[in-house]
């Protein structure tokens, strides 16, 4: 009998392989040949959109949707496309993030950021560009027969990444450093940082892990389980991604660091220090892990995932 491989090695296995596939899907997504209903894809726009989407990042979203579809026998090849248009989210998020109005950064999973690459109009656009494909891909049949399904996905990932979720994060972090009116930095309490990071970053995390529950026609019970392990996971990210700032080597990390304190930045690290906010870590791995105990070991790679996000490096 052929011995399973532990579950961090099979956590490593399962995520290069959904990274892989997540790639290719990528690529064809963004071919140079236009899909009915376009009239052509500019060249430099489509290298630009391949340059931001292609080669690099860990794949985490994609994985998530992947995982937890797999809880809920969902067909992979469904959860590979709605984790594409997840990542799409995700990577313009990261090109607008980037831009010089927002962080002004030189550097970006290894690489020159894309409005460095190519130059600030062009990244806009690719963020626009990537942003639209996003919901391009939801609506189609292939992510899934049914369209209240379908409807229900858009729904989902437009809440998860507009006013009321990322876009909104986005927004409540600008004004806490100071960008606007006041000039100056607005003080954030525990409660205002949560929320701040709930739906910046945790937002499309909490819905790479709904949306396997979705495409699966999973119940509400089982949906909420799957929703609390995604809310814990998420903000568990964001203070390892904040730990990373302050600890972290910008060669592994692919990005400058310790730009949070210079920019006055409100994070859990800044306002606990760096012990309490890694015992606040470690207890939301354990609340993530312990969400999807009724699962058994069909959860095994997710529970892994918590602890991951926690230990990650990059
Ligand atoms: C500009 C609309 C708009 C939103 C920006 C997500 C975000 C909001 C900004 C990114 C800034 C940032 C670095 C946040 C920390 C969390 C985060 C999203 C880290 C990067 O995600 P990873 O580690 O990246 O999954 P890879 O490269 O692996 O995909």
Redesign the pocket.
Known sequence: MRNRPDPAAEFDIRLKEAAAETETMLAQLLAAECVAGEIVRPKRLIEAMRYASLA??????PFLVIESGRMFKVPRRRALLVGAALECI?CY??V??DLPA??NDDL??GRPTSHRAFDEATAILVGDGLLTLAFDILARPAAHPDAQMRIDLVMALARAAGIGG??G??MLDLAAEGRFETRRPQPLDELGVSRLQAM??GA?LRFACTAGAILGGADASARRAVDRFGAALGEA??IA?DLLDVEGDPSMV??QTGKDAAANKATFVSLLGRDEARKRLHSLVARAQAALSRFGPAAATLREAARFVAERR?
């Open positions: 690099g990042g860990k794949r985490l979203r995700h998020s990261l607008h993030d927002m962080d970006r999973r990322m876009v994060g986005q910046k970053t499309l990210f964001q991604d692919g990005k990059n």
